[in-house]
């Protein structure tokens, strides 16, 4: 018995035989692997997080600056249309101050593309939480970077919360306008992505800061 030629066959490769067969295709975001006659045909998911961060050490610093995170992007990661996500969680531990301030910075490779200083209403000494969501994409070419997102911190003075750092019945300490940078470093080779915080102030001891999450994925 000689199987149908006009059936709607779903194959790996058109064969001109065939008159209504349809050939499979994988978008973007899956890998196969094809074993050849009377072997397998795996599909995979490709993961697009690039780093998954949790419970991450405590950092300190003598010099009131901690990085929260410093990671290589690779070569042509970015390319002219490509674009990340990084998610950051933790909190900042701070001894007391006066008239304090804090600073982000968030820099590729040799440029700060977003840097600014805010008072904190309260130099108590204590946690306080912190939450950024940042997106950095390429803008149609390899040396053309555009940053966008927002941050928030927390407080340390009353109310505080029942549990855990923050209070959802307060302002946050910083506002919650997004944020906008650039740069023009050239994506075609590695190049460094750090965020990190500052605290100032007339009178500080130390500050430290532990990212309890940190995701970077690429969109």
Known sequence: ?????????????????????????????????????????????????????????????????????????GANLLSTNGALQLLLGGQIISV??????????????????????????????GSRAYFMKLMLSAENATNAQVLTGSCYVSDTAAPVATTGLGHMASVEQT????????????????LTLVVWMRMQGAIIASISAQNRLGILRKL
């Open 175 to 190: 506002t919650t306008t997004p944020i906008l940078g650039s740069a023009t470093e050239n994506s075609a080779v590695s």
């Open 96 to 125: 007391a101050a006066s008239n304090a301030s804090l600073s982000i910075a968030v820099i590729l490779g040799a440029t700060t593309m977003y840097k600014d200083s805010i008072p904190l209403s309260s130099a108590a000494p």
């Open 1 to 73: 018995m000689t199987a149908p030629t006009t059936a709607q066959y779903l194959v790996l490769a058109n064969d001109g035989t065939l008159s209504a067969e349809r050939k499979l295709v994988f978008g973007e975001g899956f890998a196969v692997n094809d074993g050849g006659g009377n072997s397998d045909y795996s599909v995979s998911v490709v993961s697009r997080v690039l780093i998954r961060q949790s419970g991450g050490p405590i950092q300190s610093s003598g010099t009131l600056t901690t990085t929260i995170i410093s990671t290589i992007l």
